[in-house]
């Protein structure tokens, strides 16, 4: 049990950390964190970490003009790489 959430019942003087007495069920209790000094935990504070920015997501618009794109370079091939076509018997 830790010191910072030690409770004393101040009906049956238990010590407990929940929030009735497990003895009595009484409501009533302080901490003794009141009576007894609780030392900080670190000595040494840690540097912040900072945040890393987000990659950039491309916009609707973007994916749009990139697919237009594509669709227009495959009509462009398959325009050039066709065969030729059979000459008309008339």
């Keep these: 049990m830790q010191l910072r959430t030690a409770r004393l019942c101040l009906d ?6 929940e929030p009735h007495c497990p003895v009595c069920a009484s409501d ?11 030392e900080e935990r670190r000595t040494l504070r ?11 997501r491309r916009s609707r ?9 594509g669709l227009a370079a495959f ?6 790489l066709r065969k030729p076509g059979k000459p008309d018997a008339t």
Excluded: K, N
Aim: glycine content about 10%; hydrophobic content about 45%.
């Design 75 to 80: 009509a462009a091939g398959r325009l050039l």
């Design 46 to 56: 840690r540097a912040p970490v900072q945040a890393v920015p987000e990659p950039r």
């Design 61 to 69: 618009g973007r994916w749009v003009a990139g697919g237009a794109l």
């Design 28 to 38: 009533s209790f302080t901490y003794l964190s009141r009576w007894v000094p609780v």
């Design 12 to 17: 049956c003087e238990e010590v407990h950390d």
